[in-house]
């Protein structure tokens, strides 16, 4: 099974797609590029990252998931673990993917005040780069420390909690009514007050917990919204099914997406 992700190797994105498969992993630019490979056939599954526990959800990913028609199979929890790699204690510049280097704020100010931070593609692309460069000290996981690079310090993330929730993508045909949780896309195409409250109390009504709720910009026009939710219960509920047909009774003037119900896995 072709499974497609954000690269290079050694990526967190690379270790959760490591979880879904034995088989090849290839890498994509952008989460864009892997939705597109997927809905074109041109890979079984797309591993992209929604959201982190510290920096929030990925709106790369939510806009993608409201443009491109994909089914959620599956949710993928990692720990973040940061760690700061370099040839040696002696470097002035931090680089590392922005949300890395938002993540481990607190520790720069403290050990390494001093330090230019550098915003790079990835994790695994600033290892890459103080591989080259001495005077550079990459965050990463720590088993990305190879060769001449070093571990100077481990588990720097502010935040011990720290974790990312990535979506197991496949083609729409694929989505399936089994699993835990389920999430959808929400376009009501209007804008009045009390729509929000109308659009959550279905699942209210119902005793079905909201695990996310999160807006986003339509692109149609200023001011116009859609809006992504997960829920804990799964498409075979008959609780689920109700609350879905008021939903859809409400953004009858829109639309409403059902990405699927799928079940979550944590992994180290």
Known sequence: METVTLGPTGTYSHRAASAVTDDGISFAESVRGIADAVANGDADRGVVPIENSIEGSVTETLDTLADVELAVVREVVTP??????????????????SQAL??????????????????????AQSVEIARDDPTVAGI??????????????????????????????????????????????????????????????PFADRDINLSRVESRPSGERLGDYLFHIDVDAGLYEDRTQAALEELEAIAADGWVRRLGSYDVEHVV
């Open 80 to 97: 973040v673990r940061h760690a700061l790699i370099a040839q040696s204690e002696n470097f002035d510049t931090v680089a590392s993917h």
């Open 102 to 123: 938002a993540q481990v704020r607190d520790y720069l100010d403290e050990n390494y005040p001093d330090a230019d931070r550098e915003a790079v593609a990835s994790t």
């Open 140 to 201: 990463a996981h720590p088993d990305n420390a190879t060769g001449d690079l070093q571990v100077i310090a481990e588990d720097i993330q502010d935040r011990t909690s720290n974790s990312t929730r990535f979506f197991v993508v496949a083609p729409p045909s694929e989505r399936s009514q089994a699993g835990g949780k389920s999430s959808f896309v929400v376009y009501p195409n209007a804008n009045y007050p009390g729509l929000l409250l109308e659009l959550l109390e």
